[in-house]
């Protein structure tokens, strides 16, 4: 070989390898919205993690976990409405559904309101405040197993009665039984039994996260320990008010392994819906998300 042909040579070599190392690796979406995340804050008394130990679920853990899995002919979320609704509550469970359906990006219904009536005296109380009670236990194990859907992936059960879990625990927001794919949420103390114009938001934003969150769980994913986000454990309406509806990049990633959507069109649907619904804080979350990716 002559030197000039050889000397041409090396220079393409030279010039290839140039442009390869110059070359960025493209990031993947969970990459890209991990800038978003927020760092959890030290846990404080009072706080859900202050006095639990709860191991952190990484993504490898995740996938190793036998969980419930949408299927070609069981990937429907369903609402089960149990109790007497004004127009303002049922107003609040449709906008749930939209949400749900926006936030799994999965086709989300609501069934026909079962009545207060479906509880018997046993699984009542009444607290100190005066309030009627339900056990939750009774909701999911005596009502909603047996009305999940043939096409159901989760049954997720709405009432406008206060709840508790055990005879020595003042209430709950929600309960779920995850192997079974059923989980209860109570609107009670969203709205301190007072649902309103004036408060309306504050509600159903609550009711949002603690519905996407007990569907999470019942997905698999464990509670939070990455960053600030939906999946974190709350303890009291204060912790749950400083969480976001935002899932952070490493659940969206174990979310998104399961249910395999379309992680531009989920934002952008979200958007639409912080946006109509004027939940302006959750909106520029979408939106500083959505602007990574352009």
Known sequence: MSPGKYNIILSLFVTALFLFSCQKKEKTYVETIALNDVQLPKAKPGDWRYSRDEKFQTFEDFQKLKKIKPEPEKNT????????????????????????????????????????????????????????????GYVLDSILIKQKPKDAV??????????????????????????????????YRFSDGHLSDSNFNESLERLIKISSHEIGHMFGISHCLNAVCVMNGTNSLPETDFHFARACSLCQQKLNSSLSYDPRKRLLDLKVFFEKQHLNIELSRAEQDLSLLK
């Open 77 to 136: 979320i369903y609402l089960q409405p149990i109790g007497e609704f004004n127009e303002l509550q049922q107003k609040e469970i449709q906008l749930t559904h939209e949400y749900l359906k926006a936030y799994f990006q999965l086709e989300t219904k609501i069934l026909p309101v079962l009545s207060n009536t479906i509880f018997p005296k046993k699984a009542r109380r009444i607290f100190k405040d005066g309030q009627e009670q339900i056990l939750a």
């Open 154 to 187: 989760v049954l997720m059960g709405i009432t406008e009665k206060d709840l508790f879990p055990k005879p020595e625990w003042n209430y709950v927001f929600g309960q779920a039984s995850y192997e079974d794919g059923v989980g209860v949420t109570s609107m």
